[in-house]
């Protein structure tokens, strides 16, 4: 299986700052990478596919980028909504896998 | 706007089988793909496997000895059973549309349902 890495796994940062996240897969997998959010006793919200497509209806202040194996999500200026875990996920190779997540906290 | 709902019982025995069913509303079951993901407690995501509205599948080999997906497109249904459950299976099951138009990633998930497996 491809196992995705993501740093960090804890992340404390204030509104309005910029925010970094990275998830390194174990080999390559082209642009198979999407992006979720997910809050407290919620689903996960797929944010972007592609690595660096934004789903419809989802902020501009978030950005993804990368490819091969390595990738990164931007919040470009964090909104008190966006205080929740990150999971990254790749399909290039089957079985999916996820990130372990990166929880964003205040 | 497509509406998913995961159903079935809360509590499962060790070795007993787990059945869950997700329904969808407010769109068609076909053409798409149909996921069950699963979360334990307080950690992350593991994929389970998926089935075509046609009845194709695709299980995570980790527990494809144990896992059978079904449809039934004539309810908009689409059911997860897993054998011989121990408490490791202890998650929240979530059901999930793969959606071609994302590169086949999960665009709408059901609220998930927490199955505990314990005697």
């Known amino acids: 299986d491809i196992q995705l890495t993501q740093s960090p796994s804890f992340l404390s940062a204030s509104v309005g700052d910029r925010v970094t996240v990275t998830c390194r897969a174990s080999q390559g997998i082209s642009s198979h990478l999407a992006w979720y959010q997910q809050k407290p006793g919620k689903a996960p919200k797929l944010l972007i596919y592609a690595a660096s497509t934004l789903q419809s209806g989802v902020p501009s202040r978030f950005s993804g980028s990368g490819s091969g194996t390595e990738f990164t999500l931007t919040i470009s200026s964090l909104q008190p909504e966006d205080f929740a875990t990150y999971y990254c996920q790749q399909l290039n190779t089957y079985p999916p896998t996820f990130g372990g997540g990166t929880k964003v906290e205040i | 706007q497509v509406q998913l709902q995961e159903s079935g019982p809360g509590l499962v025995k060790p070795s007993e089988t787990l059945s869950l069913t997700c329904t969808v509303s407010g769109g068609s079951i076909s053409g798409y793909y149909w996921s069950w993901i699963r979360q334990p407690p307080g950690k992350g995501l593991e994929w389970i496997g998926y089935i075509y509205y046609s009845g194709s599948t695709n299980y995570n080999p980790s527990l494809k000895s144990r896992v059978t997906i079904s449809v039934d497109t004539s309810k908009n249904q689409f059911s997860l059973r897993l054998s011989s459950v121990t408490a490791a299976d202890t998650a929240v099951y979530y059901c999930?549309?793969?959606?071609?138009?994302?590169?086949?990633?999960?665009?709408?998930w059901g609220q998930g349902t927490l199955v505990t497996v314990s005697s």
């Open positions: 999930a549309r793969a959606n071609p138009d994302y590169g086949d990633f999960d665009d709408y």
